[in-house]
């Protein structure tokens, strides 16, 4: 049941996914459950992650991160912890994807 004390539950409307700009990006994705959430990027595929970012949570259950040049053609991922366990998992808002998500 949603109530006035679990309605950080209730999305927001807020722009989801990677916003690429000429001087910055920015990757948002709604995860109200979540105790935590990182920002993984890859130069590689097949590599390991070249950084990992703890996202910030704002109040409506939304993480995010602003990085403050573009990030073009590089790949990412998000790490999200729920019960302690940490799971990575892809961007269900991206609009593109590498060959395996």
Known sequence: MISKENDNRLFSGAPLGVLLGDDQTAFSVWAPE???C???LY???S???CDIIPMERRSD???E???PKS???LYYTYSLTYGGVERETVDINARAA???G
């Open 61 to 63: 259950g939304v993480y």
């Open 98 to 100: 590498g060959a395996n």
């Open 71 to 73: 990030l073009e053609g």
């Open 38 to 40: 990182n920002l993984r």
């Open 65 to 67: 991160y602003v990085y």
């Open 34 to 36: 979540a105790e935590s």
């Open 43 to 45: 130069t590689n595929q």
């Open 47 to 49: 590599d390991p992650p």
